[in-house]
C-alpha cells in the first residue's frame, strides 16, 4: 500500500508538472496603446479675430478699425466662452455664451449686453480648420425670452480667423 501510495504521489507530481502552463499576461505600453485611441482633447482654448476697416464718412484721410473677438473654451461636447464687438466709435457689443458642440457645428445661448440693455440670444457657428463662421440674420423674441434666428438657412455669415490667445 506505501507503494502505491508513493506511487500515485509520484505520477501526480509528474503529471502536474508537465502540464503546468506558464501564463503570460500581454502588456501594451501606454505609448502604443495612446496612438491607437482617436478622442477629442478633453479641453481647448481657441480664439478667433476679425478687423475691418473702414474711412470715416467726416474724414475720409481717417480709417476706421473695428474688431470682432471670439474665445472659445470646449470641454468634451460643452463650450463656453466670449464674443465680443468692439467697435472704434461706437458701443460695444459683449457677450458671454455656454453650450455644446456638435461636430464642427457650436449651438450656445449668449448673454449680451450692449447699449445699457441686457438680453439673451442663440448663437450658432462652424468651427473650420483655421476659422469659425458666425451665423447673423434676423432674429425673433421667443416665449422663453430668447432672442433666436428667424430662419437659420436664410443667414449670412461673419467668419473670423484663428489667432493665440492672450
Not at 78 to 84: E, H, M
Amino acid at each position: 500500500m506505501k507503494k502505491t501510495a508513493a506511487l500515485l504521489i509520484i505520477t501526480t507530481s509528474l503529471f502536474v508538472s508537465c502540464n503546468d502552463k506558464k501564463n503570460e499576461e500581454v502588456v501594451v505600453p501606454e505609448e502604443k496603446a495612446e496612438k491607437n485611441v482617436t478622442e477629442t482633447p478633453s479641453y481647448e482654448k481657441m480664439c478667433f479675430l476679425k478687423v475691418t476697416e473702414s474711412k470715416a464718412e467726416y474724414n475720409e484721410n481717417r480709417v476706421i478699425r473695428d474688431s470682432i473677438v471670439f474665445e472659445l473654451e470646449r470641454e468634451g461636447d460643452s463650450i463656453s466662452g466670449t464674443f465680443n464687438w468692439l467697435p472704434f466709435e461706437k458701443d460695444k457689443k459683449l457677450s458671454t455664451f455656454k453650450g455644446t458642440l456638435s461636430g464642427n457645428t457650436g449651438n450656445a445661448i449668449a448673454d449680451y449686453s450692449a447699449e445699457g440693455m441686457n438680453y439673451k440670444e442663440e448663437l450658432v457657428f462652424t468651427l473650420g480648420e483655421n476659422q469659425v463662421s458666425i451665423i447673423y440674420g434676423e432674429m425673433i423674441e421667443g416665449e422663453d425670452g430668447i432672442w433666436k434666428y428667424k430662419n437659420k438657412e436664410a443667414a449670412s455669415t461673419q467668419t473670423l480667423s484663428k489667432v493665440d490667445c492672450k
